[in-house]
């Protein structure tokens, strides 16, 4: 018999919601159907499937709850890809609004690790840095985040002797330390050219619902074009806004 697309497309549209359902709190085929508007039939059977799936199992009794299948998913979408797919949206925007390419940081121990980046419709583009780790101190979305770090840890790193990615990379601790304490009375970060030849960037950082900073947000583009003139300032909103965009969401979770 051949597959209706509309009824499977409902089928899945209701078994998420019984599985949103019981997130919440173990609940009865009676009580999933009164929630969810659905004939206790229905419910029946989409839980026998979701059984068969261990995505739901039987607790109480008669009683249901979010089973071991769901869990096991769950546990293969890291904190930062979780991060990351909140974050896009609002760095397409961004990209809309700056016409440069937009990106998402974390911190990965004395690096910046890269998780998402949105690309402009600019015809001369900048790679796609996603996957890359760079120091701390060599990138404006590391220097936020380093700047948020309590004073004997930025002494540690700062003890070390720091690489130079490019004749602009910044390594002078005394300078390194001037430029954190720019971050803190700012808000923001620009790099020229310190991690990439060529390449001009500004970030700030997103901050959770304690106030950490947990990532950043970036913009970069080639020094020829970006900044453009005249219009840093309006770069610097754009970034900042979608930051506090982003831990908005994230606060809310």
Do not use: C
Not at 180 to 189: F, K
Not at 196 to 224: Q, T
């Amino acid at each position: 018999m051949a597959t209706v697309p509309g009824a499977t497309v409902q089928s899945v549209e209701r078994a998420f919601a019984i599985l949103d359902a019981v997130a919440g709190r173990p609940a009865g085929i009676t009580v999933l159907s009164d929630r969810l508007g659905l004939p206790k039939s229905t419910v029946s059977r989409l839980l026998a499937t979701l059984e068969s799936l261990e995505a739901v199992e039987r607790v109480d009794g008669p009683r249901w709850r979010v089973g071991p299948g769901v869990a096991a998913l769950a546990g293969t979408v890291t904190p930062e890809r979780s991060l990351a797919v909140l974050a896009h949206p609002r760095l397409v925007e961004l990209v809309a609004a700056v016409g440069e390419d937009a990106g998402l940081a974390v911190p990965d121990g004395y690096d910046v690790h890269y998780v998402d980046q949105v690309e402009s419709d600019n015809p001369v583009q900048v790679r796609d840095w996603t996957g890359t780790r760079v120091p701390l101190h060599a990138v404006p979305s590391g220097l936020v985040l380093l700047a948020e770090w309590p004073p004997d840890a930025i002494d540690a790193y700062l003890g070390r002797e720091l690489d130079r990615l490019t004749p602009r990379t910044v390594v002078e601790p005394a300078a390194v330390r001037q430029r954190l304490e720019q971050v803190r009375h700012q808000g923001h970060s620009w790099g020229y050219e310190e991690f990439a030849e060529g390449i001009v960037s500004v970030a700030a950082p997103v901050r959770d619902a304690r106030g950490k900073a947990v990532a950043a947000v970036h913009v970069h583009g080639p020094a020829y074009r970006f900044p453009p003139a005249a219009g840093g300032e309006r770069v610097v909103a754009e970034v900042t806004g979608a930051a506090a965009a982003i831990g908005r969401r994230l606060a809310a979770l």
